[in-house]
């Protein structure tokens, strides 16, 4: 499962860029972050969401304000 800290990290290294990025999801919940060119295993779907969507959802389950983030 993705981590808040793990996506901020990939932020600010620069492997996310723009303002939507592909997410994996197991369960709903986001499990990781695919980047162009990733291989991604035949049973993993894909949906292109919003970056600052994903960063809400993760401070939601750390329990941090949206506001803090």
């Known amino acids: ?3 808040y800290d793990e996506f901020k990290e990939a932020m ?8 939507t990025v592909q997410i ?3 369960n ?3 499990h990781d972050y695919v980047l162009d060119g990733e291989r991604v295993e035949p049973h993993e779907i ?3 969401e919003k970056v ?5 959802e ?4 750390l329990g941090v304000s ?3 983030i």
């Open 1 to 3: 499962m993705l981590t």
């Open 12 to 19: 600010d290294k620069g492997f996310i860029k723009g303002d």
């Open 24 to 26: 994996v999801r197991k």
């Open 28 to 30: 709903g919940k986001i």
């Open 46 to 48: 894909l949906s292109l």
């Open 52 to 56: 600052s969507d994903i960063i809400k």
């Open 58 to 61: 993760l401070a939601d389950e």
């Open 66 to 68: 949206k506001t803090y």
